[in-house]
């Protein structure tokens, strides 16, 4: 059998495509149903690039849809993605997979298998990242260079792809020189973003630096993003939820809420503070959805929670 399981093309996105086309005129599929389904298969196929050294249909396992599923669940939190666009991207692969293979394909459920929530919603407990001794004790179990790139996500905020492509030198140069450090690689859209740098954050900076020595970025050169990923950030990840109870991103979410404790005088909401007055915990929110990326202060809701 030829490539794509003989769909007719070896482009994943146009051999999905031709699956579902495939599927309306057999009458399994509605013409409408089948652009969709396309266009979200699309959006995978350039994750499984982005991410993955997989080039060809056969290749996709279902743990690789898990995990996309869960990235987009973390959209879901923070409100850059509505609930059910999320299920229906993680129900698209499902579909594409089930005509490419003759239905061998075990569907990934996008609640139960990605944990992909019914809606989205403030955050009811506590960061496990809040614990700075928590963090530390992750960071030193973890090869200096990983834990760099974790100590950037606890103290700067930053999602862990924009931590792992930074590069911490001139970051560190435009701190020392302006006290902000500005994201712009592996940003959501590629917005570009100013973050503060407090103390904290400045010495991370400088740990990082030194850890990423001639390199262009915190992944050596030598390594491409989707391997960086799939080793490094991977034991990051099971290293912070065993020390911390959290996950990456629970760092970016304990970051919010100091940030939110410096804007205001007053703890967040989910580490049990008092409100402050209207005018100044909007404001706070405005800000602090800035500086992680956001566009809307209601987002930050997903981080330090609801009064």
């Not at 954050?201 to 990923?229: C, E, F, V, Y």
């Not at 950030?233 to 290293?239: S, T, V």
Request: proline content about 3%; hydrophobic content about 40%; some cysteine.
């Amino acid at each position: 059998m030829s490539r794509n399981f003989g769909l007719g093309s070896r482009n994943m996105a146009d051999a999905g495509r031709m699956a579902c086309d495939q599927a309306v005129r057999r009458g399994l599929m509605s013409f409408s149903s089948a652009a969709s389904v396309s266009q979200r298969w699309s959006k995978f196929v350039v994750w499984l690039k982005e991410n993955t050294d997989i080039g060809r249909m056969e290749r996709i396992e279902t743990s690789m849809v898990v995990e996309f599923g869960r990235e987009l669940a973390e959209e879901v939190v923070t409100c850059e993605l509505s609930a059910s666009y999320a299920q229906n991207l993680v129900s698209a692969i499902n579909s594409v997979m089930k005509l490419a293979t003759k239905n061998e394909w075990q569907p990934v459920s996008p609640t139960k298998d990605c944990k992909i929530a019914q809606r989205q919603h403030s955050r009811e407990t506590m960061p496990g990242g809040i614990d700075r001794e928590r963090v530390a004790d992750a960071i030193a179990v973890l090869p200096p260079r990983t834990g760099a790139v974790v100590a950037l996500c606890r103290d700067l905020g930053l999602r862990s792809k924009e931590a792992s492509l930074l590069d911490a030198k001139s970051a560190l140069n435009e701190a020392i020189k302006a006290g902000i450090a500005t994201i712009t690689e592996g940003s959501k859209g590629g917005r570009l973003r100013e973050v503060p740098i407090d103390e904290r954050g400045l010495q991370s900076l400088k740990n990082a630096a030194a850890q990423q020595g001639n390199d262009r970025s915190m992944i050596p050169t030598n390594r491409s993003w989707a391997q960086w990923r799939n080793v490094e950030l991977h034991e990051a990840r099971e290293i912070v939820q065993q020390f911390t109870g959290g996950s990456l991103h629970d760092l970016r979410a304990a970051w919010a809420c100091e940030r939110y404790k410096e804007l205001t005088g007053h703890h967040a909401p989910i580490c049990g503070g008092q409100r402050p007055d209207k005018v100044t915990d909007l404001g706070a929110r405005k800000q602090i959805s800035a500086e992680l990326g956001h566009g809307r202060a209601e987002i930050v809701a997903a981080y330090i929670g609801r009064w």
